[in-house]
């Protein structure tokens, strides 16, 4: 079974301060590994993805992602939030040889100016 | 233009009727899903389909059915609305090969009275 914790459904930051979702997965096998990002009224896009190779992802928008198997996680960080950051952020997994892809339960992002 | 179309953006309707989601793409996938997102709850796969002939229940099929009329053209139908369908509704595309990237509509909000 494959399933993602995302904990904290809403996360405040201040403009300028580091953005940290905490992502932690559940998979029998090598996990591929994906944060997406919904922005308000709009269905949801790719971040960034780990699935082999290097353990620290970089995505779009200056976020990125690291890869730790030995703490089953991938936390997304950026180190300095603006107010376009603003939106639903979701982790998901999918595990290899596995067809469908299982999303946390997402993490709203507030920027406090 | 959307790559992928979701028909309509809204609607309310009333217990016990038959509804159904549209969902059109021009990417060329082969790979469409559909999924619900409710609040605190991310996104729960309904059912998915990997070319024209073949249908797959996901992890909340109960109360839905599908038809891909066409490699473009996915729909969901709830053929006797409750209230607990009530949710944003999403497609989603995918290509065969980099299927764990999805590309999403921009929802359906139904609201079932």
């Known amino acids: 079974a494959q399933s993602v914790t995302q904990l904290g459904s809403h996360v405040s930051v201040s403009e300028g301060a580091l953005v940290l979702l905490r992502c932690n997965y559940s998979s029998s096998v090598p996990p591929y590994l994906f944060w997406y990002v919904q922005y308000p009224n709009q269905g949801l896009q790719l971040l960034l993805k780990?699935?082999?190779?290097?353990?620290l992802v970089k995505g779009i928008n200056g976020f990125e992602a690291e890869f730790k198997k030995s703490e089953t996680s991938f936390h997304l960080t950026k180190p300095s939030a603006h107010m376009s950051d603003a939106a639903e952020y979701f982790c998901?997994?999918?595990?290899?040889?596995?067809?469908?892809?299982?999303f946390g339960k997402g993490n709203q992002v507030v920027v406090i100016p | 233009d959307a790559d992928v179309t979701q028909t309509p953006r809204n609607r309310i309707t009333k217990t016990g009727k038959r509804i159904m989601l549209e969902c059109s793409q021009t990417?060329?996938?082969?790979?469409m899903y559909w999924y619900r997102q409710d609040p605190g709850l991310g996104l729960r796969l309904i059912y998915y389909?990997?070319?024209?002939?073949?249908?797959n229940k996901g992890e909340i099929s109960d109360g839905y059915s599908v038809s891909r009329q066409a490699q473009a053209k996915f729909s969901l139908s709830l053929e006797s609305a409750i209230p607990n369908q009530t949710a944003l509704y999403f497609c989603?595309?995918?290509?065969?090969?980099?299927?764990?990237?999805?590309?999403f509509g921009s929802g359906t909000q139904l609201s079932v009275l």
């Open positions: 998901a997994v999918r595990s290899y040889g596995n067809n469908r892809l299982a």
């Open positions: 989603a595309t995918s290509d065969t090969d980099e299927d764990e990237k999805l590309f």
């Open positions: 780990y699935t082999t190779g290097a353990t």
């Open positions: 990417k060329g996938h082969d790979r």
């Open positions: 389909s990997f070319d024209v002939k073949d249908i």
